[in-house]
């Protein structure tokens, strides 16, 4: 009897410690938990002076919208990633959109325009000095990320991949990952892990 105690016990150890690792909904964004609605926003002006908001991609089978900024050195090593993310994904019937909610020298709309135009942003790239959408979004740096799925619930937060510095060691690419299974119409594998880069200056 108590061989086979033995024998149990590690094996419940086991599937407790999977159970564990694969419940991450808000582990890291403190607002928001997989599978719920996005929060709604609208009248946020982009870099092209149009205005958007959730609605604006209503035809979308997948969104990502990427907290980032003109200025943080892990948001700017991002930056090709996006635009790469976007060219991949359009056909493939995915929205990227870029929200800025820091309203610091260099981190507002003209800086944003010349940012964007420089860079070759594929996608809109908005600016909202009420930080309302971020805080709405639980996001606490620069980039973090959130996949909506075709429903507009929450499907994945957190990371792009696994080295926000240095794209070539990245070896986890969670964002691609989320997308696919999204429009697979499947879960992700991975549905939150923790974003890395610079604070998002509250105010």
Do not use: W
Not at 16 to 44: C, Q, R, T
Not at 49 to 71: E, H, M, Q, R, W
Not at 73 to 99: F, M, N, S, T
Not at 174 to 179: H, I, K, Q, S
């Amino acid at each position: 009897m108590l061989r086979r105690l033995g024998f149990a016990l590690p094996l419940a150890a086991v599937a407790l410690a999977l159970a564990s690792s694969s419940a991450e909904a808000g582990k890291f964004n403190k607002v928001l938990s997989i599978g719920d609605d996005a929060p709604s926003f609208a009248n946020i002006i982009g870099v092209d002076d149009d205005k958007y908001g959730l609605d604006s991609f209503k035809d979308a089978k997948a969104i990502v919208l990427v907290f980032t900024c003109n200025n943080c050195p892990v948001a700017v090593a991002c930056e090709d990633r996006i635009v790469e993310l976007q060219k991949d994904y359009k056909d493939k019937g995915v929205q990227v959109v870029a929200i800025n909610v820091n309203n610091v020298e260099g981190d507002r709309l003209d800086s944003m325009k010349e940012r964007s135009k420089s860079k070759g942003f594929n996608f809109p790239y908005i600016y909202d000095p009420t930080q309302k959408v971020a805080r709405d979004y639980g996001a606490g740096v620069t980039p973090d990320v959130v996949v909506l799925d075709k429903d507009r619930k929450i499907a994945y937060l957190g990371a792009i991949d696994n080295d926000a510095l240095n794209e070539a060691n990245a070896s986890t690419h969670y964002v691609r990952d989320a997308l696919d299974a999204v429009l697979a119409g499947s879960k992700p594998a991975v549905t939150e892990t923790k974003a890395k880069g610079c604070g998002i200056k509250y105010e």
